[in-house]
């Protein structure tokens, strides 16, 4: 027997079956929210509406059939988690989805938002939906502040690269130390004779750089404490015991591999991370391609800049590296190779929680 639910305001009635089980799909906006119920029992379409982007609009519409919604779904993005942290605490279940994993038709004549949302719930409903981890809002905070310090590193480089572009293009020689930023080749370009108007602009350029190594040190200050808390004091502890990581990049790892325990195999881990080769194999066929376009880029980024270090520092990692160097060739190969390596070492000493054991532990 069918009953009809009239849901808030002007909104359509949506019509479902005593103990119907309905997925839920939302394609979400900045502005807007395009909604589709798929019936899992009659394996049909029940409804689709748009809505404007509130996680509380969106609950008020579903709680005439409460009963019905076994789970909602949407894909991560640059909305965040808001939604899905609305919908929890009116009592939903809900999953935020990979974007990377989602299956797409071969072929499409059409994309909308309306098509996007009823594949969501279709899939939904069929367990073909891969989801990925919800962070608490304290995680979220203490992954942005760490993700800033990167911002403002990445900030320092960009005006470096400008000050040396204009040195070049004006046909000014580089004063020594200037391949290392000392302070004596800082210095001296703030004391370079130019033409006013050159000279006007390598000053707002040296400006600039003070400004953004002064708010480099302050936010790398705050890392620091906050990797000395209570929160990520042990796992900081196991981190650095790795020659040549030091508390900022094992701050760096702990916020972007949320909740190690997740991972029950190392090749999810490489996956997670981006470092995962892919493989295309067709009967007798087998290649190697490049590594997968999933995971965690800043992660990827992370781990590669602390291999460079490891290799550095370790000399089993050093060995483990030319090793690798003489088979595949190239140094960018062999990093990566040696990253993937890197950071398997460190999920299971967080997961363990036990110290580093050498290069050539099992990873």
Avoid at 23 to 43: F, I, M, N, Q, T
Avoid at 57 to 77: K, W
Avoid at 152 to 181: N, V
Wanted: charged share 30%; aromatic share 6%; with cysteine.
């Amino acid at each position: 027997m069918s009953r009809k639910t009239r849901t808030p305001g002007n909104a359509k009635r949506i019509s479902v079956e005593e103990g119907e089980r309905i997925y839920v799909g939302v394609d979400v906006h900045k502005k807007s929210y395009h909604v589709a119920l798929w019936s899992r029992d009659r394996e049909c379409l029940v409804t689709v509406w748009s809505q404007p982007s509130q996680g509380q609009v969106l609950a008020d519409r579903l709680d005439p059939i409460r009963s019905a919604v076994v789970r909602v779904f949407y894909e991560a993005g640059p909305t965040g988690f808001g939604l899905a942290r609305d919908l929890r605490e009116r009592g939903y279940e809900v999953e935020v989805v990979s974007p990377a994993h989602t299956k797409r038709p071969a072929v499409r004549q059409a994309k909308t938002d309306s098509l996007d949302c009823r594949e969501l719930a279709r899939q939904g409903a069929k367990s073909e939906l891969h989801p990925v981890y919800v962070p608490t809002i304290e995680e979220e905070q203490d992954r942005q502040l760490v993700r800033l310090r990167q911002q403002r590193r990445d900030r320092c480089k960009e005006i470096k690269m400008q000050i040396k572009s204009f040195l070049l293009y004006h046909g000014i020689a580089e004063p020594p130390g200037l391949k290392t930023w000392s302070a004596k080749a800082v210095k001296q370009l703030r004391g370079l004779r130019l033409s006013e108007r050159l000279r006007r602009c390598l000053d707002l350029l040296l400006d600039d750089l003070e400004r953004a190594e002064e708010a480099l040190k302050e936010v790398t200050r705050e890392v620091k404490a906050l990797s000395a808390g209570p929160r990520f004091k042990e796992g900081t502890a196991l981190c650095v015991t790795v020659p040549g990581i030091a508390e900022v990049t094992a701050m760096g790892i702990q916020t972007e591999m949320l909740a190690p325990g997740r991972f029950h195999r190392a090749a999810d881990v490489s996956s997670y991370q981006g470092l995962a080769p892919g493989i295309r194999a067709s009967g007798e066929t087998v290649r190697l391609q490049g590594l997968m376009k999933t995971g965690n880029p800043r992660l990827k980024t992370i781990l590669v800049e602390a291999a460079w270090c490891w290799v550095r520092y370790d000399a089993g990692a050093r060995k483990l590296y030319h090793r690798l160097l003489g088979r595949l060739r190239l140094k960018q190969k062999a990093i990566v190779a040696m990253a993937r390596r890197l950071g398997i070492i460190l999920w299971r000493m967080l997961t363990r929680k036990e110290p580093y054991r050498g290069a050539t532990a099992a990873a």
